[in-house]
């Protein structure tokens, strides 16, 4: 209710017949509000859903992929070459999410090496740390595998 309304009702001089007028003012109003309101869900309702905002500069996932996985690498010299291009293709498409040629994008490669001879050669370059480069991988594992 407006506050003029609300002043009428509370004001010992006034007539009850003026307080039932603005008390019925009061409702009106009130009433006016309810069916707006009403007719705001309604369109809400029958709107088309609109499209989730795009995230904000700073928190973005780590687990955004364009296309899918190059997946492990499982120690087959036939089937490198094509794993090798896959994956660095993926780190590309992923670069918002792991900065190239970071420790980061290291950790990607050598988390996927598998099998006889790629499996501990990854697990040695993993614990050298941050010390262990992404030139150093480049150059190791096209001379490895």
Not at 27 to 55: D, H, V
Not at 78 to 103: D, G, Q, T, V
């Amino acid at each position: 209710m407006s506050q003029a309304v609300l002043d009428t009702l509370d004001n010992p001089d006034v007539q009850w017949e003026q307080k039932i007028a603005a008390a019925r003012q009061g409702l009106a109003e009130q009433s006016r509000t309810i069916n707006n309101l009403i007719r705001r869900i309604a369109a809400l309702e029958n709107a088309p859903a609109a499209a989730a905002p795009a995230p904000s500069g700073g928190g973005y996932s780590k687990k955004i992929e364009v296309f899918n996985d190059p997946g492990e690498y499982d120690g087959s010299k036939a089937k490198f070459e094509e794993w090798w291009a896959k994956m660095r293709a993926w780190l590309k498409l992923n670069e918002h999410a792991i900065a190239p040629e970071s420790h980061e994008a290291v950790l990607a490669v050598l988390s996927r090496l598998k099998g006889a001879k790629a499996g501990p050669f990854a697990q040695t370059c993993i614990t050298k740390g941050t010390a262990y480069t992404w030139a150093e991988l480049v150059s190791d594992i096209k001379g490895l595998l």
